[in-house]
Structures are given as C-alpha cells and as structure tokens.
C-alpha cells in the first residue's frame, strides 16, 4: 500500500478520522433523545415505540455488517465506500421528507444497509497504518469515536428543539458528501488490491473458531456496557442521590470523557504481546466500578467508580480490537471486523430488553450488578480462550 506524495499520509489519517467522528456523530446526535423526536414530529406518545426503533435499527445492522465486509474480499475498499457514502446521503435526505413514522422507519432501515459500509474505515486505518503503529490507531479511534459522541450529545439537546428536527437530515446528508469528497481526495492514490494471492493461503484462511470465541466476548462485554446507559439518569436522579438533569448529564457523559483522555496510555502499552494482561486486569477493575455504582449511597464513590469505569472501558475495548487486527491476515480483516460488529450489535439488541426487565422486577441498580456478573464471566472465558497466557511482566515491560 503507497501513499503518494501528492496525498500525504497524514493527510490521509485525517480524513479518514475525520469521516470515522462525522459517522458517529451524525449516529448519535439525536439517539439520546428519540421519545422527544418521534413525539414532536410524529406525535408517536409510546415511550416502547423507541425500544422498538433501536431494535430494529442493531438487527439491520447485525444482518448487514458482514455483507460489506464479505464484498471487501472481492472489491476494492474504497470504491466500496464511496458507494456507500453517496447511497447513505441519498438516503438521509430522504428521510428528511418523511411524512409518516413508518416511512421514517424504512427509510432508516435503508440507509442502516448502506452505512454499515462506514465499518470498513476503521479496518481500513489499521491496513494503511501496519501493524507497528495499531495501538496508535486504536487510542485515536477511541478518542475520535468518544469526542464525536461527547460533541454530538451536547449538540442533540439543542437540536431537537428545533421548529422542524427533519431538517437536520439534509445538513446529515450534506456532511455525508463532505465525508465522500474527502475519501475520494485522500484515497485516489491508496489501493486495497491484496498481491499475490497464492502466497499465504493458510494464513489467509478464516479463523472461525478464533472469530466465534471473540465474537462472543465482544457481545458480551457489550451487553454489560451498555446495559447500564438506558436507565443511568432516572438512576442518578432518584433517591438516595437526586441529581438534577443537568449533573445526570455529566456523569453520564464521564466514561466517554475518561475515553478521551485514555488516549495516551493506549498509546503507550497496548502492544499485541501486553493485550492479555491489560484486557484482564482492566476488565477486573471495570466490573469492581460497575459493582461499586450499583451498591453506593455516596455521591462521590459513584463519580470515582465513574471514572475507573470509562478509562478501564476504553482500554478494553481497544485491547479487544487490537486483539481482532493482530490475529487477523490483511485480506480477512474487514470481514473479521464487521462480522465482530455484528456480535457486538447482538450485545447491543439484548441490552435494553434486559435492563428493562431488571428495573421492572428488582430496581434501578440492578443493571450494574448483573452487568458486573457478567463481566466476572466475561474475564473467565476470555482467559481460557482468546487471552490464555499473560502476566504482569508483559504489562511491565510495555510501560
């Protein structure tokens, strides 16, 4: 893979940064507040209606994921992309014209299709990055990906304010051709083509069995994490501590920011030979933080448990995908990583349906408990699969 020097490789890393924060942005912008959208623009009054939206949107992605990297095997990359990201703005702008809450929900389904090819800029990074430099590429992704998050939360509260949210659709799909102008500069001279393809046959052989154990790790470990988010703020905000909305806010926004500022120890560490040792001792101060929310009184136990969490978050989770590239050949590594998002997105799916039956039947702190449980599963398994052999000298040695 070469870079001329007419697009330089820095640039290349921004623009593709910058697609991978615009991507998650215009994703979350108004996620945090679908109850408020669905009810101001198609006065939809079912707060369940949400729960099923997500719904459907984690299992369309969970179907199609894997689709795109499986054309990667066979077509380019980037043009790839690039029909992805003119079919994803086409549709956004459509969505803007919904007249209905059915035919928003269909025109979402469609453009979840196309912009499932955006999973492909994240491998894609790696490709062009080698393998040296893939703990860099990781702590940024986690500081891009938790910065968009961070910025377009903040922004979501005001626009859904607006006297017509669907317009923010077309600004969406205006920033999608951004997105495409972009790629097409920064990719003109980038090739994805593999060479010689007889070399290498076994290693480039899928690994189903290394892909269905961290498969079910990931889903796991995202079951756990994001089983927590959907009640977070009427947790806070009830008794014993009774937090305005505002305070919720920030303490929600915590792990996020503690991901940001993640980034240099990522950085520092995060190296294939050090990624069993940080994935399980950062997984055993994760499950400890979510213990710890769940059973405090304390206000300020909590904020501390807060902060453990998102760091520890950030680090596993970087590991994991560090984990996925390292053991994964250049021609199977979009396919590996999408068909890993669709484990995740199975995590995603169960989250809020258990969460929801956890406050119903036992009370708003049960979801930190059993997320605690299963992140003590989580470790175990990974520790007789994926991360059989570590050590603290490993750790040591990479610091």
Not at 132 to 141: L, M, V
Not at 244 to 251: G, M, Q, W, Y
Not at 306 to 331: D, H, M, N, P, V
């Amino acid at each position: 893979m070469k870079c001329l020097p007419k697009c330089p490789p820095k640039i290349v890393f921004l623009a593709l940064f910058t697609c991978v924060f615009l991507a998650v942005f215009n994703e979350v912008l108004l996620s945090p507040f679908y109850p408020q959208f669905f009810r101001k623009v198609f006065g939809v009054q079912d707060l369940g209606y949400t729960g099923y939206y997500i719904f459907l949107c984690r299992l369309t992605i969970v179907i199609f994921a894997p689709m795109w990297g499986l054309l990667s095997r066979y077509l380019e990359v980037k043009y790839l992309l690039y029909f992805g990201q003119i079919m994803t703005a086409m549709t956004t702008a459509l969505m803007g014209t919904s007249k209905t809450v059915n035919q928003f929900l269909i025109y979402t389904l469609i453009l979840l299709l196309f912009k499932s090819s955006y999973l492909l800029v994240y491998p894609l990074i790696i490709k062009i990055a080698g393998k040296p430099r893939q703990s860099k590429i990781a702590g940024t992704y986690q500081a891009v990906f938790h910065g968009a998050i961070i910025t377009a939360t903040i922004t979501g509260a005001f626009m859904v304010n607006l006297a017509n949210p669907l317009n923010l659709f077309y600004v969406i799909a205006l920033a999608d051709i951004f997105q495409l102008i972009i790629c097409v500069y920064a990719l003109q001279r980038i090739s994805s083509k593999q060479k010689n393809k007889s070399q290498n046959t076994k290693k480039n052989q899928t690994n189903w069995l290394f892909l269905i154990m961290i498969g079910m790790i990931i889903s796991s470990f995202q079951l756990a994490n994001n089983m927590i988010r959907p009640y977070f703020t009427e947790y806070i905000t009830s008794t014993p501590f009774q937090v305005d909305l505002v305070t919720s806010s920030l303490l929600f926004l915590i792990p996020s920011i503690m991901a940001v500022l993640a980034l240099p120890y990522i950085r520092k560490i995060c190296h294939p030979e050090a990624l069993p040792s940080i994935y399980l001792l950062g997984m055993g101060l994760l499950t400890t933080s979510l213990f710890l929310q769940g059973v405090t009184n304390n206000i300020i136990i909590l904020l501390i448990a807060r902060i453990i969490y998102g760091f520890c978050l950030a680090i596993t989770q970087a590991s994991l995908e560090l984990k996925l590239f390292s053991s994964s050949a250049s021609k199977q590594l979009h396919f590996n990583y999408s068909l890993a998002t669709s484990f995740a997105n199975i995590g995603h799916l169960g989250a809020p349906l258990l969460a929801s039956q956890l406050v119903n039947n036992f009370g708003l702190a049960f979801p930190f408990l059993t997320a605690a449980i299963i992140s003590v599963l989580n470790i175990f398994f990974s520790k007789i699969s994926i991360f059989k052999k570590w050590s603290f000298a490993e750790l040591k040695m990479n610091q």
